[in-house]
């Protein structure tokens, strides 16, 4: 798909003033009228060719998380698990139409929390790496007015915490429910002046996630309402 018809690129000029961003977040082209402003985010990148650095390559250009996300997210054929599971368990569906996947990710902001690229798969991501990255993601909440936050996840949340009070802005994340997989769900809650910015923690949907034990815990406590639109048909 045309990946510029399909982002809100009214945004990209506060981006570009934060030279702390190195890759812009997706956003989705009906994202401003979107009826809750809501950001999905992801954890971190990794190089998956280190013998070319082809990852590299890519997230040297800030519109490096965009094409990924237009060649995952947008090829709707394509059976990534970060995507695809989380779409299965917005919709509660094991093969949710294209119409729904195209008004989910044109609905939403997609951003990862973890801002420099990882070595490999292999590597986890560092407590002051998710500490900068939670910096930059609450700037950027506040630029692009969000609501609602479904976090890939959960090891981010004490970051999370210690962020806020660096801050001063009352932030709570706590568990709720009953494991999910072996993983608890966390919700939190971050208080800006008189804006409220709700977070759900989940547990990666790239490994081990059941949509189906999932779908309830996200749909419970996550508002999703999109402008519907039409998938087009493969060439």
Same mark, same amino acid.
């Given at each position: ?6 982002? %809100?690129?009214?945004? =990209?000029?506060?981006?570009? +003033?934060?030279?702390?961003? !190195?890759?812009? !977040? ?22 998956? =060719? ?18 990924? @996300? ?8 394509? =059976? ?15 093969? !949710?139409? %294209? =119409?729904?996947?195209? +008004? ?18 292999? @590597? ?62 966390? @919700? ?15 547990? @990666? ?31």
């Amino acid at each position: 798909m045309d990946t510029i018809n399909l982002l %809100d690129l009214s945004y =990209d000029h506060l981006f570009e +003033s934060r030279k702390t961003l !190195p890759w812009w !977040p997706w956003v989705g082209s009906q994202f401003g009228v979107s009826p809750v402003k809501t950001m999905v985010l992801g954890e971190s990148v990794y190089e998956w =060719d280190s013998l070319r650095g082809a990852a590299a390559s890519r997230y040297a250009q800030t519109t490096g998380l965009r094409i990924t @996300h237009n060649n995952h997210a947008l090829s709707f054929g394509r =059976d990534t698990p970060y995507v695809r599971n989380i779409e299965r368990a917005i919709f509660s569906a094991l093969t !949710p139409a %294209d =119409d729904q996947k195209l +008004s989910l990710w044109t609905s939403v902001a997609y951003h990862n929390l973890v801002l420099e690229l990882l070595p490999s798969n292999g @590597h986890r991501p560092s407590d002051s790496q998710f500490r900068a990255g939670w910096h930059e993601t609450l700037d950027l909440c506040e630029q692009l007015q969000i609501e609602q936050c479904l976090v890939y996840g959960v090891e981010s949340a004490d970051a999370l915490r210690a962020v806020a009070a660096e801050r001063n802005l009352a932030c709570s994340v706590r568990r709720i429910g009953a494991k999910v997989g072996g993983c608890y769900p966390r @919700h939190g809650v971050l208080e800006s002046g008189d804006r409220q910015l709700k977070l759900l923690f989940v547990r @990666h949907p790239s490994k081990f996630f059941s949509w189906r034990r999932w779908s309830p815990v996200i749909r419970s406590n996550l508002t999703f309402e999109f402008v519907v639109q039409a998938a087009e048909a493969p060439s």
